[in-house]
């Protein structure tokens, strides 16, 4: 009986091979591939999934046992082979090496039944122009459908085009719901979206980068994402698919469909559909379509079987907590809408208490409203629960848990920087970490992390607000400067663009471009706080007192109205350091007794600790300031800021009070690797303040040169300074302690002393030109000088 060659067809991708001719063809076309990477492939696909061994790869291509350098032929083989296939041997599509062992085919293989496809130049046929309206999919359409898709041949299996590749990035359209429940409108893309994520292949573009895109269309906040909308919104992107996803009723069944189109023509790229019996099988249905629809995209095997954990253990079973959280990410990272993201959160967390997801959103929310210790809780409880959750979420929840909860940044850069090698195309390990080395004082890697970020994230207001800070930390203030415009002229705004402007213009002493930054903030709950702020930093670093007070009270109450009570306390714990610095310890003790009021944040603590040790330790302060120091101890022993930064500096305070400098040298020691880190956010905590401490002691310590350079590094360090009173200071302190090194030095040395003391006297006295004239510091320096 003579063989039927049509049962020697098999196919795996675009690929069809005959195994009795040896002939391979992609989409219809003849692919020009002989000898031995023929003969491999057609051993490798004999057994595919299974090992080939290289004695059996040898025994095939020599079976005679001709002797010769069968490992070096046998890798060129392969080179060829792979070369021909389009495959990478670092991320194997079809070809997996198992070093020092052999090679396997992991690609699904299909045997074929009818005719080798003919060889012609003809390009696959094309689907429908997507541009103007998507057919719209019906109960009947889906059903037919379904069954076209259980006998579709292997033609149109092969003729389809070609997967993604790991440089392109995709849109997820919303999802049509025909089925007449709303909750599926937003619960099945965020479904979508989380299992897609999971992918180190493909890389979605994020939700801020879609709102920013459709405001450039000119469509209103929350727009849906229609299929013709996603589609403009793919192409404004620069990427090169959108998902369209569907849901219909069918009977009694519930039809999910999946398709993935090029953004530019309409071409369909993969599709994928499935049914659910009920309405509590949906999610799980829809992640298996989104499984198989990430393998059609060109995603190896190994990729998705490793990074595949089912939608509804990375979420939650409960396709309404999922709609809740929806609408959450998308006030959070679409809108920037904090306030209204806090009720979403919690009714996901309220349907579902086991939702992790949904607590690590609602900590993000309230770090944003600057509510650290609402933060830090819900972070603790996502934390307990990230065993379920998706790779790259528990990345997120791993992260933000030793940002927000034990403090422990090292650790959180670490975790960040596993986060980075494991999905190379994910922007959040990048953003997180401009903050994270940033804090560590690291500002030359925090600026790698922020070019990077605007890489992967470009067109972003936050990307260029990361960027232009980095760059303000590493005083730079032309490309800081830079970068701002930049921003300004692709439409981008933000409030941290704002306040950025803002400190680069105080900076450059423009108060006409301070101005016109706090006439914008004016009126902007979550905006008008921080510049009324920032504007009370200023009006004191210039010795404008009652200014500053004015301008601080009405920070708080910006901060109280938008309901920010740590923030207010925040603003409270400024004003209590300004006036304690100043010589004013009953108003700075006031101050610090009202942010604690407010608040028991770590920060806040601090900040009321820092100024009522500046004030000195009169009647029942310095018990407060005990338990404040042994409240941060207990409540943070991980904590980096709080364990090298703020406690050494209180310590410290605490020895200088009790005219011991040398303790409180020793105690700032521990501050000395992280003192340049840039510990709030705009000054609020202060930065550089261990090493303005470190002068202090030096100075009671009577040993000016020492003294000199560390207020040197204040004044050299302006990006980190800003306009926090102690930059101010330190031109004072310097006049002091090159004074102080004038008395101890003989004659010309002495004299030049003398001279270098009274240009930074005269430098003070001059910024403090306008000073109210009751400010006690101000009194000792026209005391000193006379």
Sequence with gaps: MTEDFRTNLVGFGPFTLDLHTGELWKRGARVRLEGQPIQILNLLLERPGKLVTQDEIRCKLWPDGTVVEYDHSIKTALRKLRH??????????????????????????????????????????????????????????????????????????????????????????????????????????QGLSVQLEQSPFLSLVSETRVQQTLRQMGQPAGAPLRPEIAREVCQRTGSTAVIDGLIARLGNQYVIGLKALECRTGETLAEEQTTADTREQILRALDEAATKLRRKLGESLTTVQKFATPIEQATTPSLEALQAYSLGMRLLKGKSDFA????????????????????????????????????????????????????????WIETKYDEYVTGDLEKARQTCELWALTYPRDSNPRGIGIGIYAALGRHDRALEEARANLRLEPDIALGYGGLAMSYLTLNRLDE??????????????????????????????????????????????????????????????????????????????????????????????????????????????????????????????????????????????????????????RRFPEDTLAQFNYLPALRAQL??????????????????????????????????????????????AHNGKEAAAEFQKVLDHPGLALNEPIGALARLELGRSFAMEAEAAQNEQAAAFRTKARSFYADFLALWRDADQDIPVLQSVRAELH
């Design 340 to 395: 209204a993201a806090v009720p979403s959160f919690q009714r996901a967390i309220d349907l579902d208490p086991r939702f992790a997801s949904a607590y690590s959103g609602l900590a993000l929310t309230y770090m944003n409203l600057s509510e650290t210790d609402l933060a830090s809780k819900g972070a603790g409880r996502a934390y307990e629960l990230r065993d379920t959750v998706s790779e790259p979420e528990k990345f």
């Design 655 to 700: 020895a200088l009070n009790r005219k011991h400098p040398s303790q409180a040298i020793e105690a700032l020691r521990a501050a000395a690797p992280y003192e340049l880190g840039a510990v709030g956010a705009f000054g609020l905590p202060p930065a550089l303040f261990p090493i303005y401490a470190r002068g202090e002691a030096y100075l009671a």
């Design 84 to 189: 021909a296939l389009g495959d990478d041997a670092g991320e194997p599509r079809y070809i997996e090496t198992l070093p020092k062992r052999g090679y396997r085919f992991i690609a699904a293989v299909t045997s074929i039944q009818g005719e080798a496809p003919a060889e012609s130049p003809a390009p696959p046929a094309r689907s429908g122009d997507m541009t103007v309206r998507r057919r719209p999919f019906t109960v009947a359409s889906a059903a037919v459908a379904i069954l076209a898709g259980l006998v579709v041949g292997g033609y149109v299996y092969f003729h389809r085009p070609p997967g993604l590749t790991d440089k392109d990035t995709i849109v997820v359209a919303d999802f049509e719901n025909t089925t007449g429940d709303p909750v599926f409108d937003s619960a099945l893309w």
């Design 480 to 633: 800081a400067r830079a970068a701002t415009a930049e921003a300004a002229g692709k439409g981008l705004d933000s409030p941290l663009l704002r306040a950025i402007l803002y400190e680069l213009d105080f900076l450059e002493n423009d108060r006409a471009g301070m101005e016109q930054q706090l006439d914008w903030a004016l009126g902007k709950p979550g905006s008008e706080d921080l510049m009324l702020a920032l504007e009370a930093q200023s009006a004191a670093y210039d010795g404008r007192l009652d200014k500053s007070r004015e301008l601080s009270r009405r920070a708080v109450a910006a901060a109280l109205r938008a309901d920010e009570k740590e923030a207010a306390a925040l603003y409270e714990t400024a004003a209590a350091q300004r006036e304690a610095l100043f010589g004013n310890p009953a108003e700075a003790s006031k101050r610090a007794y009202a942010a604690l009021a407010l608040s028991s944040g770590r920060d806040v603590e601090y900040g009321a600790a820092l100024a009522l040790a500046l004030s000195g330790e009169g009647s029942g302060t310095q018990e407060r300031i005990e338990k404040l120091i042994t409240d941060l101890q």
